[in-house]
T-cell receptor, first 112, second 113 residues
C-alpha cells in the first residue's frame, strides 16, 4: 500500500538558517513525488515535483528536494529560511490511477 | 496561479441541514478530487472523478456524495450535516495521466453546530 511518512510534526528554525524537512514513502513502483506548502486558511501550493531524471529537483521559493531511491526518501531543503516560509509542508506520492497520498505534514516556525 | 475555486470559504451550519460545497476549475482537467483535512492528519481522499459522469469513493469513508455533470464542476453534498463533519474540505484537480500534479482550491472550512 502507498504511504507517506513525515516524521517531524513541527520544526522551528531561525531566520537565515538552513532547513531540511524529511519525507519517506512506501510505493511499489516508480514514485511520483511532490512537496506542497500550505499557508493558514489556504489551499496547497506545489513547491516542486519529481517524476524521473535528475534526482535533485529545484522548486519555487528557493526550495530543492533530493530523491533517494535506496532510502525511499524525498527530503526538502532550503539553504536560508525566510520568515515568510513559516507554513505547513506536505509531502505526497502519486499512485496508480493518478491518486495522491499525502503525509501528515510538518509545521514550520521561523524565529527572528 | 491555479484556477480552481471553492465556495463558500467558511460555513457554519446547524445539525441536520443539507449543504453543498462548490468546486469549479477552469483548466479543463479531467480528474477532480475532494480531500478532508483535519489538524495533524494527512489529507484523506473522500471522492474523486475521472471525468464527466464518473465518481468514485476514496479511502476515507464519507457520508457525503458528489456529482460530475460538467467537466469544470464537482460539488460535494452532505444530506444531513453532523458535528463530526466539522473539518476543512479541499478540492483539487489534475490532468489525465501519470506525470501530473494536483492543483488545489483554497478550501472550505465547515463547522457544524
Amino acid at each position: 500500500a502507498q504511504s507517506v511518512t513525515q516524521p517531524d510534526i513541527h520544526i522551528t528554525v531561525s531566520e537565515g538558517a538552513s532547513l531540511e524537512l524529511r519525507c519517506n514513502y512506501s510505493y511499489g513502483a516508480t514514485p511520483y513525488l511532490f512537496w506542497y506548502v500550505q499557508s493558514p486558511g489556504q489551499g496547497l501550493q506545489l513547491l516542486l515535483k519529481y517524476f524521473s531524471g535528475d534526482t535533485l529537483v529545484q522548486g519555487i521559493k528557493g526550495f530543492e528536494a533530493e530523491f533517494k531511491r535506496s532510502q525511499s526518501s524525498f527530503n526538502l531543503r532550503k539553504p536560508s529560511v525566510h520568515w515568510s516560509d513559516a507554513a505547513e509542508y506536505f509531502c505526497a506520492v502519486g499512485a496508480s490511477g493518478n491518486q495522491f497520498y499525502f503525509g501528515t505534514g510538518t509545521s514550520l516556525t521561523v524565529i527572528p | 496561479e491555479a484556477d480552481i475555486y471553492q465556495t463558500p470559504r467558511y460555513l457554519v451550519i446547524g445539525t441536520g441541514k443539507k449543504i453543498t460545497l462548490e468546486c469549479s476549475q477552469t483548466m479543463g482537467h479531467d480528474k477532480m478530487y475532494w480531500y478532508q483535512q483535519d489538524p495533524g492528519m494527512e489529507l484523506h481522499l473522500i471522492h474523486y472523478s475521472y471525468g464527466v459522469n464518473s465518481t468514485e469513493k476514496g479511502d476515507l469513508s464519507s457520508e457525503s456524495t458528489v456529482s460530475r455533470i460538467r467537466t469544470e464542476h464537482f460539488p460535494l453534498t452532505l444530506e444531513s450535516a453532523r458535528p463530526s463533519h466539522t473539518s476543512q474540505y479541499l478540492c483539487a484537480s489534475s490532468e489525465r495521466g501519470w506525470n501530473t500534479e494536483a492543483f488545489f482550491g483554497q478550501g472550505t472550512r465547515l463547522t457544524v453546530v
